[in-house]
């Protein structure tokens, strides 16, 4: 993957910013939906903008930040099509790409520390979906959307 979506609230700013530097130093191109100030904002609307980049086909998968990640993974996971991961291990970010095909990994940048948030987005960004077995389960979460 050489390009990813991403973006935060008031509460994930520091540590977006942190991404997107470690990203760009391995050469990821970064697509960055704000906020870009420290002033009080709206999780959802940010949620929104990535998501509706990734549903149009633009960008495969985004990391969305905010103070806990489960404000971001709520508001993503109201989305068509977005299968979105609050992770704070790095055995979940692993797994939630392998098991789920998560396409949005949704941090938070006052839970989880800047090295942990590293190694979680790395293994974001490099695990593939395992498929198999678990590709009729993802196919199952589509159904769920269909008939809501
Ligand atoms: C903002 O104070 C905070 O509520 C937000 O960043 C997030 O943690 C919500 O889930």
Wanted: negative net charge.
């Amino acid at each position: 993957m050489n390009k990813i979506i991403i973006g935060c609230d008031h509460g994930g700013l520091e540590l977006k910013n942190e991404i997107i530097k470690h990203l760009n130093s391995k050469n990821i191109e970064t697509c960055d939906v704000g906020t870009y100030t420290a002033e009080s904002c709206n999780y959802p609307d940010y949620a929104k903008a990535l998501c509706r980049k990734i549903q149009s086909g633009e960008f495969e998968r985004g990391i969305l930040v905010c103070g806990t990640g489960i404000g971001m993974s709520i508001a993503a996971n109201k989305h068509n099509g977005i299968r979105a991961a609050c992770c704070s291990d790095t055995f979940s970010a692993r797994m939630t790409r392998m098991h789920n095909d998560a396409n949005v990994l949704c941090l938070g940048g006052r839970v989880v520390g800047l090295g942990l948030a590293l190694d979680m987005v790395d293994l974001f960004v490099e695990t593939e979906f395992e498929g198999g077995r678990h590709s009729q389960r993802v196919a199952m979460l589509a159904e769920i959307e269909k008939q809501n």
